[in-house]
């Protein structure tokens, strides 16, 4: 359950090649985090496998069938994005149960996994309220409610805390660290931080121009980073 493989997968918009071609195993369960610099190919991975952009090449498999043709919606995965996308004139309840009722599910049910995921956030209490009277990270959970509600095999993060103050990222790493591990989903997240990937990640996996530089546990780049690059991204001498 929830292992994603990625078969030289490439991505051209036009001319641009942005991924020539991309081998890449993450294991059910496991919390991979893509990471390098601004412009690298992050977001257009993450959204090749979640569907919400065609490959130009090769095979994506999710739980070992492929899932290249399937749209976003049959691929068991749900999408926490930087920017909260919340809609303001909803209460946080509203939100939260807004994907499950756009596909039709009952209202009974809908109240049960809700509070199922307040509770697991910690949004209880603020069932009633409207985005705009919470603070940036209940926000943030809110957005991570939304997803958690599908029952997702798999959960892709895009720069998801880049909007929050350092302080509160730091507790909202460690939330999303301990949600990957209470729900056993298999997380992919990017960021271009390196200090989330190091203390996040079970698998790092370091982008740079489209390409995979190093594929590694963040001891293994740390002190065995593959070349200069890897180096300098991760913060150790070679
Ligand atoms: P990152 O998330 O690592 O910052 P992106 O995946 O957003 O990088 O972008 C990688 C490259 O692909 C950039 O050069 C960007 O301009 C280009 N790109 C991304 N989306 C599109 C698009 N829809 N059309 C054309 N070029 C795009
Ligand atoms: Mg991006």
Known sequence: MGSITLQNVSKSFGE????????????????????????CGKSTLLRLIAGLEDVSGGRILIDGVDATAKPPSQRGLAMVFQSYALYPHMSVRSNIGFPLKM??????????????????????DYL?????????????????????????????????????????????????????????????????????????????????KGRIEQVGSPLELYHKPANIFVAGFIGSPK
Do not use: W
Not at 28 to 38: L, W
Not at 103 to 123: F, H, Q
Not at 190 to 205: F, G, L, N, R, S
């Open 16 to 39: 641009a090649a942005v991924i020539p071609s991309i081998d890449l195993q993450i294991n059910d369960g496991e919390f991979a985090v893509f990471v390098g610099p601004s412009g």
């Open 128 to 208: 009633e309220r409207k985005p705009r009277q919470l603070s940036g990270g209940q926000r943030q959970r809110v957005a991570i409610g939304r997803a958690i509600v599908r029952s997702p095999e798999c959960f892709l993060f895009d720069e998801p805390l880049s909007n929050l103050d350092a302080a509160l990222r730091v507790n909202m790493r460690l939330e999303i660290s301990q949600l990957h591990q209470q729900l056993g989903a298999t997380s992919i997240y990017v960021t271009h931080d390196q200090v989330e990937a190091m203390t996040m990640a079970d698998k790092i996996v370091v982008l740079n």
């Open 103 to 124: 596909a039709g599910v009952d209202k009974a049910e809908i109240d049960r996994k809700v509070s199922d995921a307040a509770r697991i956030l910690n949004l209880t």
